[in-house]
């Protein structure tokens, strides 16, 4: 009788373990709605951007104007760039927490190679493809930065240039971490 009674209370502990495992689907969501809506930023940014570009082509124009409003406008686009990279990095750990704490998302298996880059098979992939659009927008960030500084000397050139450098062995460094861990083209960033 005891034996029984501890083998249900047993199997209702594991069982109870086992479902805890859906309160991912909390982080899940939030992260999906919050991906929306920084899609949706985005997007109103761009069609802003857009719009307010309109007036470029207009002959009434001075050159410093109109020189004022390409950078204005540079800046406007590594921003909406910047935006859609996060909500890809939102959309990317929600169903990546989902496929590995939830369920197998089998419309991905499904569909092929343009899904690749969403199944996830263990944290490690969850977080290489985090990293790498983290890194993304990162350099980004950077370029945006970049538009807007105001070299005053040498040493403000050669500082850029140093980060332009250290940019582009970051890149490196993420390619051939993916081809000598045998990880190929995984669709973010790959030739």
């Known amino acids: 009788m005891t034996k029984t009674i501890g083998k249900q209370l047993e199997l209702w502990f594991e069982r109870s373990l086992w479902y805890s495992r ?3 689907l909390v982080a ?7 991906a929306f809506a920084v899609f949706y930023l985005a997007t109103v940014d761009a069609y802003v951007l857009v719009s307010e570009l309109s007036h470029y082509a207009d002959p009434d124009l001075t050159a410093s104007v109109r020189q004022s409003m390409r950078s204005q406008a540079i800046a406007h686009v590594v921003e909406v760039i910047d935006g859609y990279l996060l909500a890809t990095v939102l ?3 929600a169903l990546g927490l989902y496929e590995l704490f939830i369920s ?16 996830i098979r263990n944290l490690d992939d969850l977080k290489s493809r985090l990293g790498k659009v ?22 403000d050139l050669l500082a850029f240039a140093g980060g332009i450098a250290l940019v582009g062995f970051a890149l490196f460094l993420s390619h051939s971490a993916i081809y000598h861990l045998g990880g190929g083209d995984d669709g973010i960033g790959g030739n």
């Open 104 to 119: 197998a998302l089998d419309e991905a298996r499904r569909s092929g190679a343009f899904a690749r880059v969403l199944v």
């Open 28 to 34: 899940v969501l939030a992260s999906l709605v919050t």
């Open 91 to 93: 959309l990317i750990f």
């Open 22 to 24: 859906l309160i991912v």
């Open 134 to 155: 983290i890194l993304m927008i990162l350099i980004v960030k950077f370029f945006e930065h970049g538009i807007n500084m105001r070299f005053e000397g040498p040493v």
